[in-house]
Structure formats: structure tokens, C-alpha cells
């Protein structure tokens, strides 16, 4: 314990020249936050709460919006599972239904509620609040990025109504077959998918460049880079990759626009189609794969790195007791975020590229798993001795650990050609992502909620029904994906619509008819949480400020729960990292963050 903790000199560092950085002491840093002015609070019902530059709204309708669409894409996969689990009795989609439901829900699921929910939801709520900030730097171009987003929504809403439906290309929406007569959706489908693709990126743009541009420029005086909560830390490096991997996925949709509405050719190489040549040539499906696949890894991480940025906060709260390894941490996040630019073909094994280029990509996706690893140590070392408390954000963040671990550890198999090849398209494959980028980060998503659910309304969500909640949820998904990989090894297909037919499927029926029926009621309880969250919003018990006695700056706002401008007359001044829980020598159980050195006297001080 000794080893975190120096004595109390924080106030006395700007003296102590030698160590060679200088850091002026924090009161003497000149204040150049802007005072609150009344002028700038928003006056009307629509400036309030519909056209609102608030982030902390903006980031609540972020939320209700991906969430809304996320339901769409979880009714999608019940169509699914009934067709998977009781293709005699229970078939509502047709071969072309089922591949747009596929698509859709994939695509829904990935884009449109969790990098929407993370970055647009907790990124906009959580970023000005936990680094001492009156709101976002931008706040009008904030609130055009949520409306670009809704827009986005209701194009991709609107894909479902036209002629020929939604596309029905996979969520990849790998050319040429995407756009190929014959493929569902290839009429416009397909197009208002891309337009909707486009639109998202131009929005998060907008939301992204503020989620940077805030953190690095408008956090209060005291609050270093290395003293921001990990859940920041992580929702920016996402953000940053966001903002790197989604021009790839933009110019992609905007170059398969092209093909398939003037007839470009850049992704269409010379094809016929149902017996016509048609007018494509020289063009390339496979830059079309690594374009895609540029964006898709990151994707992955952009979902990921906030999820691990929070869990490592709640963990640290719940279980009352500092991260393990901060600095590790922060590190970890931003190598794991640097590195997964260059593993993406990964993805493209099977795609006939050389073997030696496989190699490269096989080599640098293990070597993630180096960083990613001490993660899940520090988690553990941080619960480990703690004492922890299991409440809800608490129980959440163990699924996630176990969950996450899961995943990952079939990632490691799938990252190598030789056994990716054989498995490749297969239920082991659904298995690996949907534990990896589905489950996991949904347990942060919802531990989250309930942590920070009484910040944003002032009360408490149903403990009872939460518990339930986490248990059918957490049970429920090893009901769902693990007899998945089994049949992955038996060869079942992925994004396939009826195979019982295949005499090497029929160990696989009892398996399909028990998944669907988890899957079934799995689904059910997410309702039973929607139920909670819009209940208790005017029911639930309410909260006393702080109720789960947090450090970091969200939680010490003058009005409970926080108002517009965030911080009253004064921004906080921070002299202290969030993880100060029973701190040697010090009689309080925790410290905030803007508590002077002074007020505690006895309190070891961390190494920041
Ligand atoms: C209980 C919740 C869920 C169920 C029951 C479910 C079910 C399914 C099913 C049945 C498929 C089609 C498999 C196939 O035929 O190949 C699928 C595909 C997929 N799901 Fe989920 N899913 C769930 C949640 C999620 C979440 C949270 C994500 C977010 C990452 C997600 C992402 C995907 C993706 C990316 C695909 C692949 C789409 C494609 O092949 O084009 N799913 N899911
Ligand atoms: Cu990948």
C-alpha cells in the first residue's frame, strides 16, 4: 500500500524544481474559466429540453434514442432465434426477411446503440461533469450532432418501408453483392443504409471533436491528464479512434454510393449477374473489405475502451478502494487503442490474401492481448482485499470481467489463421462477438445506468427488479452464446436461414430450440428494465446526493442532481486523483477530489 502513497506535499510541489517538470501550485494557477452567466441559461421549453445545448440533456436524448432503436434491433434477433429454434412452427421471416434481419440488427446494434449509447450518451453526460467543465466547448454544434444522429436513425427507420425493404448484405455489406439485383434490399435499401452510415459519421464528428477538444482544453485547474477518471480516459481514447476509423467507413459508403447509383466502378470489378454482363469493371471488392475492416476493428475498441474505463471506476467505488495501477491503466487503454489500427485484416483471412500478410495481422492482434490482460489483472487486484460491496453497478461489473474474459479468450483463438480458417463464418464466430462486443459492454452499459441513474434524476432505480435484472441477464447470456460455440465446431454456418436439412445438424436442433428460448427470455427482462428506468424516473426511492459516496467531481455539484453550467458560481479546483478510498492516515473513509490537502491533514497523497 505504501508503495502508491507519498506524503502530503501536494501543496509544496511547485518548489521542488528538481524533479525537472515544474507544476505551479494549484491556487496559483490564473482562473480562466468562464463565470457562469445568466444570459447563457436557456430560457424556453425548446431551448430547454428539445433543442438543448446542454450536454447532460443532450447526452439523455442520446441515450433514449439509441435505446429506441436498440429495442428494434433486439426484436429483430427473437424473428431470428424463432426461425433458428422452430423453423417448423414459429417461422415469421422468409430467406430474404431473415438476412435483413441479420443486417439490420447487427449494424443496429453496433453503430446505432452502443457507439451511439457510449459516446454520444455517457460521453456527453459524463465528460464536462467528471472534468470540472460548465458543458462541452461546442455546445451548438453538440446539439446538431444529436440531431444529425436522429436524422440518421429515422433514414435507417425508413429503409424498412421501401420497396424491397432493408438491405440485406450482412452488417459488413461486402460489394459486389451488396448492391447485386437478387440480394434483398439491393434497391434502396442498401443506398438509404449507406446515407444513414454517412450521416452518423458527420454527426459523431461533431459530437467527437467536442468530446476531445473538452478534455483536453476545459478541464478545471488541478485536474491533470493523470488524474481524470479512468471512465474518461477511455471514453476520449475512444473517440479519438472513433474519429480515425470512421472517415475510412465514410468514404467507403460514400464509394459504394457511387457504384451503385452512377456506376462507378470502385469497388465493382468485371461481373455478370444472373446471365448479364454488366457495366462495371477494374474495380476492387477487397479494398472495399480492408476500408470496412479499418473501421471495423476500432469499432470494436470504440465500444470497448469506454466500457473499460467505467467498469474500472465502478469497481473502484464499489469496492471502496483505489485502481490498481492507474497509470498501467491509462497506458493500457491508449496501447490497446493505438494498436488495434493494425490488426484489422484479421478479419480478411479467408479473403485470399497472402499468408504472410496474415501472419503480420495475427501477430499484432495477440500481441493486444498483452495490454488487455493486465487490464483484467488490475481489476481483479483492485477487487481483490476490497471491501466489496454488491450492489447492482457492482454485480454488472463482475459479469462484465467474466464475460469479457470469455470473449477474449476466443479471440485468441480465432486471431490465429489456422484455426480461424476452419472456424471462420461459423457459431463460433457469433459466439466470440456477441460475448466480446455485445454482452460485455451491455453489462457495463447497464451497471452504469444504475450507478449513475440517481445522478441524473435524483432517485433510485428498483433494486429488486435490478437484481433480476443482472441475474437472468448474466445467466441468460451463457445460455444464449456458450452452446454456440459448440456448434461452431460442429460446422454450423453463420447467417444462414434454415439448415435442417444437413444430416451433421441434427445434433444441433435441442441446442437451437434451448438458445432461442434464453434468448427469448433474456429479451423479456430487458423490457422488465426499460419498465424500472421509466418508472422509477418519477417513482423510485430517492437518492441522497452522492449515495454510493464517489469522489469524482459529478457527484459534488452545488444542485442535486446537477443543473445547467454544471458548477454553480465557481468551478471546482481538484488536488487529488478519484481513487482516494480509505486512505492511510486519513479518518475519512473517502476523499473527493476537490478537498484540499489541508482538510484532511493526516491523508497520504497519491503519486500523480
Ligand atoms: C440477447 C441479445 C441478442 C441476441 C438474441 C442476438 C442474436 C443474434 C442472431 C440470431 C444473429 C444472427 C446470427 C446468424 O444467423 O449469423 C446475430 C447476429 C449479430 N449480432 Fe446479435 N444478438 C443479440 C445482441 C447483440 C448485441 C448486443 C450486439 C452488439 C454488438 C449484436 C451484434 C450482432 C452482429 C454484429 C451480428 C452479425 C450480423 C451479420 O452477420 O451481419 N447482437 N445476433
Ligand atoms: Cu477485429
Redesign the pocket.
Known sequence: MSEEYTDNKIETKAADSSSGSYAPPVEKIPAKEIPDQELYHAKSFWTKWVFCQDAKVIGVQYALTATAIGMI??VL??G??LQ?GFPETFSFLGPAT?YQS??M??MI??IY??TALFLGGFGNYLIPLMVGARDMVFPYVNMVSYWMFLIAVLVLIASFFVPGGPTGA???LYPPQAILPGTPGSEMGIVLMLISLSLFVIGFTMGGLNYVITVLQARTRGMTLMRMPLTIWGIFTATVLALLAFPALFVACIMMTLDNLLGTSFFMPEIFSMGEKLEYGGGSPILFQHLFWFFGHPEVYI?ALPAFGIVSDLISVHARKNIFGYRMMVWAIVIIGALSFIVWAHHMYVSGMNPWFGFFFATTTLIIAVPTAIKVYNWVLTLWRGNIHLTIPMLFSLGFIVTFVNGGITGLFLGNVIVDVPLSDT?FV?AH??MV???AP?MVVFGAIYHWYPLITGRHLNQTLGKIHFWITFVG?YA?YFPMHYLGFIGVP???FEMYDSPYMTSGVGLNQFITVA?LI??FTQILFLYNLFTSWYKGEKSERNPWKANSLEWHTPDYPPTHGNFGKELPVVYRWPYDFSVPGSNKEYIPQHVAPSEVPNAKVEKT
Open positions: 434491433g433486439l434477433s427473437w431470428m432465434r433458428l431473415y441479420v443486417t440488427h447487427g446494434m453496433v446503440l452502443l450482412g452488417w459488413t465500444v457459431y457469433v462477438f456477441h462486443m455485445g454482452i451491455l447470456a444464449i453463420r447467417r444462414y434468448a433474456v429479451g
